[in-house]
C-alpha cells in the first residue's frame, strides 16, 4: 500500500469523509477564501465565520426539509452529552421517562438518564440484541415525558426500518444513520447525533428540537446543556467547535449535490444489499443480525473458523481495506458504510471476501 493511495475505511467513527470535500477543505486551509487565513484560527464572531454558520445550517433544513418549528442546534460533547441533556431538558427528576433498549448506545443512553429521571425501558432486546422488538410488545408507560430510541445500533448492527408510533415526544440518538435516507423530521420531538459517522468530524453534534419542546430545562441545568440556551445564541454561547461546523457544511452541500438524501438511500441499499447477499450466499461468513433488522451502515459479520480475525484483518489491509475490526465487545468484523463510503469500496471488500474464503479451502 503507497503512501499516497487512500485506502478504503470502513471506520466505525470517526468515520471516513467524501474525499472531494477533504480536497476541498484542503485547497482552503491555509487561506481560506482569500482572507488571509484558516478558518479554524476565525472569530466565530467574524462575518465570514456567521456566513459559514448560516450555510451550514441552511443546507442541513434544506436536505431534511426542517421547518421553523425546529431549532437545529450544533452542540459541544458529542451524542453522549445529549444523554444527559435529554432528561435535563425535557422533565423533572420526578418524570417517568420511556426507553428501548437495542443494543450498546441505547444501553448507555439508559444509564445515563437513570441518573437523571424514572427510567422505564419499555422494551429490551438483550442479551443477543439481533433483532428490534416489535413495536406490539413494548410496555409504553401511561405518562412517560418522552420515548427514547436508536434507530441505529451503530455496534450491533441492527437498525429500525420504521419510526415507532407514540403520543408523547420522539427522541431519536440519530448518530450513525442520520442522512442515510429521507426521514420526516415532524415525527419527531428530538433528533441529535454526534457528527463523526454521517456528518463531519468529531467534536461536535448535531441537535433538531421541536420549538414547542424548549424552555422546560431544570433549574440547575448546566449552561451549555440548555438547548433554549443554546438556541436562542445561534449556538454560540460559548466558543463552538468551529472547524468542525464548517467541514459539516461541506458535507451538507456534498449530500445535497450528489443528490440528496433519496439518492444516499439509493446508494446505501445497493451497498448493503450486496454485502449482505455476499455474507448470506457464502458458507464461511456468517451476518449475526436478523434479516428484517438489519442496519444499512453497520454491518457485522464474524469467520466461519476460529483463530482467523488477525489474518483476515492483516491480508484486508494489504489491500488497502482499513478498520473492518468488529467491536471489541462482540468481536468479529463489522463493515461501517456510511454516505462516504463509495460503491467500490464496497465491491473491492466483496471481492477480496470472495478470495480469502477460497483461499481457505
Ligand atoms: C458513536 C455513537 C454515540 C457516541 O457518540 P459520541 O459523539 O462519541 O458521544 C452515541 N450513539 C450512537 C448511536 C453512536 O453511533
Not at 468529531?202 to 448546566?222: E, N, Q, S, Y
Not at 445564541?233 to 468542525?244: H, W
Not at 467500490?344 to 481457505?360: G, K, T
Request: with cysteine.
Amino acid at each position: 500500500m503507497s503512501n499516497f493511495r487512500r485506502g478504503y475505511n470502513f471506520s466505525p467513527g470517526p468515520a471516513a469523509l467524501p474525499e472531494p470535500v477533504l480536497r476541498e477543505v484542503q485547497d482552503e486551509l491555509l487561506n481560506y477564501g482569500g482572507i488571509g487565513f484558516s478558518v479554524m484560527e476565525m472569530s466565530h464572531r467574524s462575518p465570514a465565520f456567521m456566513d459559514i454558520a448560516e450555510r451550514s445550517e441552511a443546507s442541513l433544513r434544506k436536505l431534511l426539509n426542517i421547518d421553523d418549528d425546529y431549532a437545529v442546534l450544533f452542540m459541544h460533547g458529542g451524542a453522549t452529552m445529549q444523554f444527559s441533556a435529554v432528561p435535563l431538558n425535557l422533565c423533572g427528576a420526578d418524570a417517568v421517562v420511556d426507553y428501548i433498549n437495542t443494543g450498546s448506545w441505547s444501553k448507555k443512553a439508559i444509564g445515563e438518564a437513570k441518573r437523571l429521571a424514572q427510567v422505564n425501558v419499555a422494551a429490551s432486546s438483550e442479551p443477543e440484541c439481533s433483532a428490534i422488538p416489535a413495536q406490539s410488545d413494548w410496555n409504553l408507560s401511561e405518562n412517560a415525558a418522552y420515548l427514547h430510541y436508536t434507530p441505529n445500533e451503530t455496534i450491533h448492527g441492527v437498525e429500525f426500518h420504521w419510526i415507532p408510533d407514540v403520543e408523547v415526544p420522539l427522541v431519536a440518538d440519530m448518530s450513525s444513520n442520520i442522512l442515510s435516507r429521507p426521514i420526516d423530521v415532524g415525527r419527531f420531538g428530538v433528533i441529535y447525533a454526534g457528527a463523526q459517522k454521517n456528518i463531519g468530524p468529531a467534536g461536535l453534534a448535531i441537535v433538531i428540537v421541536r420549538k414547542d419542546l424548549l424552555g422546560h430545562a431544570r433549574d440547575d441545568i448546566p449552561m451549555l446543556l440548555n438547548w433554549q440556551t443554546i438556541a436562542e445564541s445561534g449556538s454560540m454561547q460559548n466558543t463552538p467547535p468551529t472547524f468542525a461546523w464548517y467541514i459539516s457544511g461541506k458535507v451538507f452541500d456534498w449530500v445535497i449535490n450528489e443528490g440528496g438524501l433519496s439518492e444516499m438511500e439509493l446508494r446505501n441499499k445497493r451497498k448493503a444489499e450486496r454485502l449482505y447477499r455476499c455474507i448470506d450466499e457464502s458458507n464461511f461468513y456468517c451476518s449475526p443480525t436478523a434479516p428484517e433488522s438489519r442496519s444499512l451502515m453497520n454491518i457485522p459479520f464474524t469467520l466461519g473458523r476460529d483463530n482467523l480475525d488477525q489474518t483476515f484483518l492483516q491480508a484486508a489491509e494489504a489491500n488497502g481495506l482499513f478498520n473492518l475490526k468488529g467491536h471489541r465487545s462482540v468481536g468479529g468484523m463489522r463493515a461501517s458504510i456510511y454516505n462516504a463510503t463509495p460503491e467500490a469500496a464496497v465491491d473491492a471488500l466483496i471481492e477480496f471476501m470472495c478470495d480469502f474464503e477460497a483461499n481457505q479451502n
